[in-house]
């Protein structure tokens, strides 16, 4: 079946270490995007990507760093430079056929 | 994007019908309605999206009303299953080489009671 894979689903990081997420799609879609989202609260635009080799910052990107050198895979790097990188982090794809999202199940980092 | 107002939470019966409010008064003529719904730490899942007519699919209808100025999402007959965070968007639809990104806001929580 098509879908978005995020992986780890938890994810435990130590201050001062950079990490990267994982998001992965079989749904042959041009866009990509990461999305952050705190309790309580709606979700933030990280980054997006429309093409391969081609990306955007969002609202947050500070301290986020992306690559798209596949049109299946669009990894997130959250960097030591990012001060409260605790948070639920979300992938999501699109296509001009199907202008809804598909999101991932979500990655959850914790700095311990 | 235009903005869009929600009231932050509701409460229906299971088996009665849920009508979620939306207020976009600056929807743009480009602009189509999106809703969106998350349970409980997951990914949010799309439910439905449209422009000016009514639309209705397997899990909601959307109406919109005549000046396009505010929505309703229905959901027929709510279960415990409907009980999430509901988010209304207004976004552009572009071809070509943008998509648009969605900007979610704080949403609807929904609770579906016995």
């Known amino acids: 079946d098509g879908g978005i894979t995020q992986s780890p689903k938890y994810l435990f990081r130590k201050e001062g270490q950079n990490v990267t997420l994982s998001c992965e799609q079989n749904l042959n879609h041009d866009a990509m995007y990461w999305y952050r989202q705190d309790p309580g609260q709606g979700l933030r635009l990280i980054y997006y990507?429309?093409?391969?080799?081609?990306?955007q910052k969002g609202d947050i990107a500070e301290g986020y760093s992306v690559s798209r050198e596949k049109k299946e895979s669009f990894p997130l790097t959250v960097t030591s430079a990012q001060k409260n990188p605790t948070a639920f982090y979300l992938c999501?794809?699109?296509?001009?056929?199907?202008?809804?999202?598909?999101f991932g199940s979500g990655t959850r980092l914790t700095v311990v | 994007d235009a903005k869009t107002t929600q009231p932050p939470s509701m409460d229906c019966a299971e088996g009665r019908a849920a009508n979620l409010p939306c207020n976009h008064s600056t929807i743009s003529g480009n602009e189509y309605v999106y809703w969106y719904r998350q349970i409980h730490s997951q990914g949010p899942q799309y439910i439905i999206h449209g422009l000016k007519n009514n639309e209705t699919n397997e899990m909601a209808s959307l109406i919109i009303t005549e000046d396009r100025k505010s929505s309703t999402l229905i959901l027929p007959h709510a279960t415990l299953r409907d009980t999430a965070v509901y988010y209304c968007i207004v976004r552009a639809n572009a071809g070509g080489t943008s998509y648009g990104k969605l900007t979610f806001g704080q949403g609807t929580i929904l609770t579906v009671h016995p």
């Open positions: 999501a794809s699109s296509s001009t056929v199907y202008y809804g999202y598909t």
């Open positions: 990507s429309q093409i391969v080799n081609d990306f």
